[in-house]
């Protein structure tokens, strides 16, 4: 038997039963518009419960000691329409030492969004604190916050110096959050753990120094988030398990506040594969990372990032991609895979990580950098050694790369691109699919870039062969080879040409002269730099990028 709250409640109840995706929904225990504070230490909800928040205006919502159990958590869905939060409140939404919660907004068939934070003007839009764990937020909507989008962490102090609440007595497991759209937030989009991973001074217990709380277990995934002050996601103190993939991020830093400046980052403390993400035209670089390493950031297409902050400064440096370092795991790795990189302000890739033992570089499609012609940069603290670079598909301009409508910020790739078959194979490294989950390699080869195209004619000849393999070695210092497939049966005509247009090399190869399978050019007179080899065969031509170094 339904649990009714008050007599307003159910004459809602009543009203609201009539929609049909309301009447669907079995709730355990429903809860009157006009309620803003459900405390599960006097209300009784049981593991397993369904608590339906009935349609209408809140000015906040609280929700504290809702507690379910791993195999039957607590689920609080809106129904029969929007709930909708327009607060000068502190907070939208607060988790006050909730465990084992769903919170949805998908209760209402035809809504994406069923719970609605509107405007919070004194605070941010969700809190989710105070030893919460085990939380998953679905289908939200938040908006115009005077901080941040979604807080989701315990501050050590919680006006007791003598229960600090620590790295040793708790930890926060399992929270993820997907299917929201934030958007118009004046701090951080998302702010997920701890930014202060190696420790927190807590000035109210005499400047004691702890460590704050970690979190195992993060999914960050398919939201949208929009116009954000500072970054759009930050992640921080995850080092288990964590995972943030699958999320449009478009403009953000509009503060362009120092240090709170990215689309996505994985900050100190974090261990988290970040993959499948589009960020749009961002006034910080794409992603920042400053995380513990073993680590792959793949897939994700970075546009413009940079390009609108401070434009007429070029030493205000943006970039793609941006490793740097906090605190590293021993023999940490940084993998940097199939990103598609167009247009950043300065380079595609930084790599400024002095202390992880290796960083990879791999199959990245980047055009079009401001620092001309700077693809990739590693700091001169950072020896070559450490990191390992190849089969990126570098190119001036955005038009080499024959992306399927740049216009429509579409950059999947057309059959006839050079990217195609470009890249090197990562499936060892469990990169099996592109950033629409399409399965990759396609062909026999890996392409360059966040999209693998499944043309069935996709960078092959007519006899359906490849007609030519992956220039080597990479970089280059005396001599560069060009294998081709051994049906080509016309003249090969290769020009070397730098990136300002200049033709620094050609030539015509007779096919039937070469006995080797390749073409080898000599680059010993040839400058130190970065070059595009195009290849003519027939009708059909090539553009590779090749790096010359001394």
């Known amino acids: 038997m339904k649990r009714i709250i008050t007599l307003f409640l159910f004459i809602l109840l009543v009203i609201a039963s009539s929609t049909t995706s309301a009447s669907q929904i079995n709730c355990t225990v429903e809860i009157a518009s006009d309620i803003i504070f459900i405390d599960g230490s006097t209300t009784t909800i049981n593991p397993g419960d369904v608590v339906c928040l009935l349609a209408g205006n809140k000015d906040y919502l609280l929700l504290k000691d809702i507690q379910g159990t791993e195999s039957q958590p607590i689920t609080i869905i809106n129904k029969g329409g929007a709930v909708i939060i327009n607060t000068d409140h502190s907070y939208g939404i607060k988790f006050d030492n909730c465990k084992h919660v769903i919170f949805s907004g998908s209760g209402e068939d035809g809504l994406q969004y069923g719970v609605q934070v509107q405007r919070v003007g004194q605070g941010a839009g969700m809190s989710i604190d105070n030893r919460s764990t085990n939380v998953e937020i679905e289908s939200v909507e938040i908006a115009y916050t005077l901080f941040g989008g979604i807080y989701a962490k315990t501050e050590p102090y919680q006006g007791d110096c003598n229960n600090l609440v620590t790295r040793e007595n708790f930890t926060m497991y399992n929270l993820s959050i997907h299917d929201c759209y934030l958007h118009d937030i004046a701090d951080e989009g998302m702010y997920i753990g701890s930014s202060k991973y190696t420790g927190q001074t807590i000035a109210q217990c005499d400047n004691i120094v702890v460590l704050p709380h970690i979190i195992e277990g993060v999914s960050i995934y398919n939201n949208i988030v929009e116009n954000t002050g500072w ?42 594969d970040c993959y499948n993400n589009k960020i749009f035209d961002g006034k910080g670089d794409g992603i920042d990372v400053f995380g513990l390493g073993y680590m792959k950031i793949f897939n994700n297409l970075i546009v413009r990032a940079g390009r609108t902050f401070k434009p007429d400064e070029p030493t205000e440096y943006k970039h793609g991609i941006y490793i740097g370092e906090v605190v590293n795991s021993p023999g940490a790795t940084f993998e940097v895979y199939n990103n598609s990189i167009i247009s950043p302000k300065s380079s595609g890739v930084k790599y400024s990580n002095q202390d992880a033992a290796m960083g990879y570089i791999k199959n990245n499609i980047i055009t079009n950098p401001g620092l001309d012609p700077e693809y990739i940069i590693i700091d001169n603290g950072v020896s070559q050694t450490k990191v390992e670079i190849s089969h990126n598909f570098n190119v001036p301009t955005n038009s080499m790369v024959n992306f399927m409508n740049e216009s429509d910020n579409n950059f999947d790739l057309k059959p006839n691109s050079d990217a195609i078959n470009y890249g090197t194979s990562l499936t060892t490294q469990g990169i099996t699919f592109d950033i629409d989950n399409r399965f990759r390699p396609f062909h026999t080869y890996f392409d360059a870039g966040a999209y693998e195209c499944h043309d069935p004619y996709a960078g092959i000849s007519e006899n359906g062969k490849d007609l030519i393999g992956n220039l080597y070695p990479m970089p280059a210092v005396n001599y560069i080879n060009i294998p081709f497939n051994s049906d080509v049966n016309k003249e090969i005509q290769i020009a070397l040409v730098s990136i300002t247009g200049k033709v620094v090399y050609t030539n015509t190869y ?24 195009r290849i003519t065969i027939g009708n059909r031509s090539f553009n590779r990028p090749v790096i ?3």
Do not use: W
């Open 231 to 272: 970054d759009g996601i930050q992640v921080s103190s995850a080092p288990v398990n964590c995972n943030v993939f699958d999320n449009l991020i478009r403009y953000d830093s509009y503060e362009e506040e120092p240090y709170q400046m990215s689309g996505i980052l994985i900050g100190g403390g974090a261990k988290c």
């Open 510 to 533: 007779n096919k039937n002269n070469i006995t080797t399978g390749k073409i080898t050019i000599n680059l010993v007179h040839i400058p130190t730099g970065k070059y595009i080899t």
């Open 548 to 550: 010359i170094i001394k």
